[in-house]
């Protein structure tokens, strides 16, 4: 079974600064994806960004990025330019065979103004 | 597209009740995801279904709980004889089985269940 961990449950952060959320995984697979989804107080979780493991690169979404670290099994999250709007749960999540997601505990990131 | 929705939003119930909760899917996803989620803590899978057909069960799923997918679009969970530690936020999720966004789950805003 795979497991997800996310070693940081709270994170603060002001507003215009930035914030990296880590994120390890275990796995003997060596094709998978990785994701970060975003869950704010009361709302529906929803994607923020994906990477693949074949790919070397890592993703990138606006002023989201990952660093991508499969030897390792580690993959962080960068929030750049924080705004107040980014204050949610954020959960590392694990998929292989293209279909089942695994996530971890979740890291409550609280952006001050 | 309307996303996906669940109903109904928010249930209270007594310990040995039954209850069923309803998703509906985005329509062209042939993927459709239950999971549970209680406070402060990652969701976890429970069953998976392709088109009509349940493909996986985790073992969390006990034979108190049952979800079917009739034809292909619409899912529900039933949870017979409710107990105290049933009391969860239950999500659904929808994703494609192919094409560029193949993997990403599209989510409800979930059925939170509170069993007194």
């Known amino acids: 079974a795979q497991t997800v961990t996310q070693s940081q449950p709270e994170m603060s952060v002001q507003e215009a600064e930035t914030v990296t959320l880590s994120c390890t995984y275990d796995?003997?697979?060596?094709?998978?994806?990785l994701f970060w989804y975003k869950q704010p107080p009361s709302r529906q979780m929803i994607l923020v960004i994906r990477?693949?493991?074949?790919?070397?690169q890592n993703a990138t979404e606006n002023r989201f990025s990952v660093n991508f670290q499969k030897a390792a099994k580690s993959f962080s999250l960068k929030i750049s330019d924080s705004q107040l709007g980014d204050t949610a749960m954020y959960f590392c999540?694990?998929?292989?065979?293209?279909?089942?997601?695994?996530f971890g505990a979740g890291t409550t990131v609280t952006v001050r103004a | 597209d309307t996303g996906v929705s669940q109903d109904p939003r928010h249930k209270i119930t007594k310990r040995g009740q039954n209850v069923t909760f309803r998703c509906d899917p985005i329509?062209?996803?042939?993927?459709l995801y239950w999971y549970r989620q209680t406070l402060g803590q990652g969701p976890e899978f429970l069953t998976y279904?392709?088109?009509?057909?349940?493909?996986?069960k985790s073992r969390l799923l006990s034979d108190r709980f049952s979800a079917e997918r009739p034809k292909g679009s619409f899912s529900t969970l039933e949870i017979q004889r409710t107990e105290q530690g049933d009391s969860a936020m239950y999500l659904c999720?929808?994703?494609?089985?192919?094409?560029?966004?193949?993997?990403?789950?599209?989510f409800g805003e979930g059925s939170r269940l509170t069993v007194l």
């Open positions: 999720a929808s994703s494609e089985s192919r094409g560029r966004r193949t993997g990403e789950l599209f």
């Open positions: 796995t003997s697979e060596s094709n998978y994806y």
């Open positions: 990477q693949e493991a074949y790919k070397q």
């Open positions: 999540a694990f998929m292989k065979n293209d279909y089942k997601l695994s």
């Open positions: 329509s062209e996803h042939n993927r």
């Open positions: 279904f392709q088109n009509e057909a349940q493909l996986e």
